[in-house]
């Protein structure tokens, strides 16, 4: 069976509230710090509020400062200030408990620790070690994301997705395909994309936060 691939960009679904009900019954990973999710949520109320505060401007700069990190632009790494954002990609691919999700390029983990929270399995392809070694300390305590230090142009995708769709043979017949949610490095926009567009036999969703030229190059 072949899917098309779904490319959303300026698609994306109007912006919702959070579901905060669910969010208080997901696991709880580690912030930049050592300050927990659940820590963080007790000093501040609401609970939504505590979880949106955690990757903004601020936590984003103090993470890639307690590694002396600055955004490389030879690696496009532009990082997502806004959470609202990751809240809509994650919901555009309507990811929910169970599902399994690559990310290509998880950066300080702001995305991955949506998805995370919406019940996912993350595989994430990060090709800076250092942000590697970041989102692998961030998310050790769960056992439901995988890191690989790998350039997403190089590496071989299907070897990596089909284990992990394997070992869910038996479950029903939705849960065979994974979904791809990412905000890309815009340098290799145009490289994902071909390589994801012939795999609609591993993907069911793919959505992708693309620069606005890409994208319209891409359409037309
Ligand atoms: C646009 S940032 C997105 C970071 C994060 N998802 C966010 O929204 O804040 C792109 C990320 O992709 C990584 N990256 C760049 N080139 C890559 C490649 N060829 N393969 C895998 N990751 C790559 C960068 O190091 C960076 O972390």
């Known amino acids: 069976m072949t899917a098309t691939p779904h490319l959303f960009h300026s698609l994306l679904l109007p912006i919702t509230p959070y579901a905060t009900a669910k969010l208080r019954d997901k696991p709880h990973f580690p912030a930049y710090g050592g300050t927990t999710v659940s820590e963080t949520r007790t000093a501040l109320s609401p609970i939504a509020c505590a979880y949106r505060a955690q990757d903004d401007y601020h936590a984003t700069l103090k993470a890639l400062n307690s590694r002396g990190r600055f955004p490389r632009k030879s690696l496009g790494q532009h990082y997502m200030l806004n959470p609202e954002i990751n809240e809509e990609l994650s919901r555009a691919a309507h990811v929910k408990e169970g599902d399994v999700v690559l990310e ?66 038996s479950l029903d017949a939705s849960s065979m395909h994974a979904k791809v949610v990412a905000s890309i490095p815009f340098n290799i926009s145009t490289d994902v994309v071909k390589q994801l567009l012939p795999m609609g036999d591993i993907f069911s969703e793919v959505v992708l936060l693309l620069q606005v030229n890409i994208h319209n190059v891409l359409l037309y």
């Open 104 to 169: 290509i390029g998880p950066g300080t983990g702001s995305l991955t620790n949506v998805l995370l929270n919406s019940g996912a399995t993350v595989l994430a392809i990060e090709k800076d070690p250092h942000m590697v070694a970041l989102v692998r300390e961030r998310f050790a305590s769960t056992e439901h994301f995988k890191v690989l230090q790998e350039d997403f142009v190089k590496c071989h995708i299907r070897s990596h997705m089909l284990p992990l769709l394997e070992n869910r043979k």
